[in-house]
């Protein structure tokens, strides 16, 4: 087992009023998760301080923390000006008292100013009592958009002792993010959302480790999805300290850490070789999901993605084990088909045994089907299709693409089909019409709801298949998905290079559910459809 301790920054207790009933959220169920992930402790708050009451839900988060050692409370605060909220001496005063370290904030969602006439005198004094603040910062997601940019840089300027950290940072957010904690030491970021192409090795090359955190968002997230992007990141074991705990307990002032799990006996080859950060090195491992940019060119305006050419992604990938990665170029699906085909052609030439390319055929602009289908498939060797719908808005259904499903049908392809505004019945027309191409969803793991829709397509249908790879890596979804529809239809991806591959990787290898399970999603199910294609010279 991995001997380092982890503390988790980011997680939180009780039911949401926006989530499904079948998304796990029991306190039961969390210290299970982390006894299966071996981690340590965590820092908690309330769902119902957040979405309600603090005052009410901080009571819960204190209780829960008093019966379980493991749980460290965090409470949910607000500002004191309108009388309704706890004054901020007396809230100091007591927290200290009760062995509480840390208060988060929620300034969008209960409608305050993070400007000093409002949060001043709070900020002021958890400063002085050297108490942490966490807030979220998201991007493109207003539940999570709590503080701008602008706000972290004042804060950080005007409070230089007052220790931020925030959550749900997400993969966009590096051009902002870097500038700012290399100017405020004070600034803390997490990774349970950040999980950006190699971002912990950028974070520590160019800020180093210190300002660093481990954080899981339970229950929301797989907590171990955010255990493996730390145990398989690429830096010295001294910095992965610091971030898994270290770095935690000093913001915290913790004197001690909660106490190692008993030692039993692993027998999921494949747990026992996430929690000691080794390679899937006895299976055919195989990432479906996979976006590359041309050799040795990684700049874009998605998000930064260092090293994001295929031999860059092989190379990110072999360290979780991955023999073979299906990709499609990013230009391809987003500016130029034609030339994204190309890159990937090159790609083919250079790594023939680890890599598989999708297509990227966009119908407004081919005059030549049948010219255009012998390029992609029999000169260049390319098995996948990757339409696709968010950029040029065509329906999966439209008559545009329909040579291209006839080869695909002829010939066995699969086609990693991406959520579109009339998803489930453009796949149930293609699959009826189409059953030799081999229809993979992706992003089922996107959230219960996806979940549920793209199972009954793929109960219905044998030909359709649920693509994981989702930033959510949401919380029990994969055991969900096994449990009702059997591990035989649900495909690994990873959506590197946008993603980091480590935590989509962590999200099977942590999950509840039979090393068999893990096998077939893994890599046995994509190499059956693999196999399928018929491609000849």
């Known amino acids: 087992m991995n001997q380092l301790k982890y503390l988790d920054c980011h997680a939180s207790i009780g039911k949401w009023w926006d989530r499904d009933p079948d998304h796990p959220w029991t306190i039961d169920k969390m210290l299970e998760d982390m006894k299966r992930c071996q981690i340590h402790g965590a820092l908690i708050y309330s769902n119902l301080a957040k979405e309600l009451q603090p005052s009410v839900g901080n009571q819960q988060t204190l209780q829960v923390c008093r019966e379980h050692p493991r749980l460290i409370p965090c409470l949910v605060v607000l500002p004191d000006q309108c009388g309704d909220f706890i004054q901020t001496s007396r809230l100091i005063s007591d927290m200290l008292e009760n062995g509480v370290r840390a208060v988060k904030l929620f300034p969008m969602l209960h409608r305050y100013s993070m400007d000093d006439r409002t949060v001043g005198r709070l900020l002021k004094g958890l400063e002085q009592a050297e108490i942490p603040v966490l807030i979220d910062r998201g991007e493109n997601d207003a539940a999570t958009i709590q503080i701008s940019w602008d706000d972290v840089a004042k804060i950080c300027s005007l409070y230089p002792n007052l220790n931020l950290i925030l959550h749900s940072v997400r993969w966009e957010a590096t051009r902002y993010f870097i500038p700012l904690a290399m100017e405020f030491s004070n600034l803390y970021v997490e990774f349970s959302n950040y999980q950006a192409n190699r971002i912990i090795e950028l974070l520590v090359e160019k800020i180093g480790a210190d300002q660093l955190l481990f954080g899981t968002q339970m229950m929301e997230k797989s907590p171990g999805a955010a255990k493996a992007m ?4 690429d830096i010295s074991q001294t910095d992965r300290q610091k971030i ?23 027998n999921d080859v494949i747990l026992k070789k996430a929690h000691q950060a080794q390679p899937i090195d006895d299976m055919e491992v195989i990432d479906s999901h996979a976006h590359h940019f041309e050799s040795d060119h990684f700049d874009n305006v998605i998000a930064v993605q260092p090293k994001s050419d295929v031999r860059g992604i ?6 979780i084990g991955v023999d073979i990665t299906c990709s499609s170029p990013w230009v391809g699906i987003w500016s130029d088909y034609e030339q994204g085909n190309r890159i990937t052609a090159e790609a083919i030439q250079q790594f023939p045994d680890q890599f598989i390319g999708y297509a990227t055929l966009d119908p407004r602009y081919i005059k030549d089907w049948k010219a255009e289908l012998i390029l992609c498939y029999q000169q260049y060797r390319m098995l996948g299709m990757k339409p696709y719908f968010p950029r040029n808005r ?24 991406h959520p579109s505004d009339k998803f489930e019945t453009e796949i149930e027309d293609l ?17 219960y709801s996806q979940v549920k829709k793209h199972l009954e397509l793929a109960k219905k ?17 994969i055991e969900f998905l096994v449990n009702e529809l059997g591990s035989e239809k649900i495909i ?25 399970d893990k096998r077939n999603i893994l890599g046995k199910n994509m190499r059956k459809i693999i196999d399928r294609c018929k491609i000849t010279t």
């Open 431 to 447: 699959a009826e019409q189409f059953p030799e191409i081999s229809f993979l969803l992706a992003h089922t793991g996107m959230s």
């Open 492 to 516: 690994y991806g990873s959506d590197t290079s946008m993603r980091d591959p480590f935590p989509q990787f962590g999200w099977v290898a942590y999950a509840d559910i039979a090393e068999k």
């Open 314 to 319: 092989i190379e990110r990938n072999s360290r």
């Open 230 to 233: 730390v145990d398989y990141a």
């Open 394 to 417: 065509i329906a999966y259904n439209d008559p545009l693409y329909q040579p291209w499903y006839e080869y695909g049908n002829e010939h066995r392809l699969f086609s990693l089909m």
């Open 244 to 266: 898994v705990a270290g770095n935690l307990q000093r913001l915290l002032k913790l004197e001690r850490i909660p106490g190692d799990y008993p030692e039993d006996e692993v």
């Open 461 to 477: 249908f044998s030909n359709v298949f649920c693509e994981i790879t989702y930033t959510a890596v949401t919380n029990g979804a």
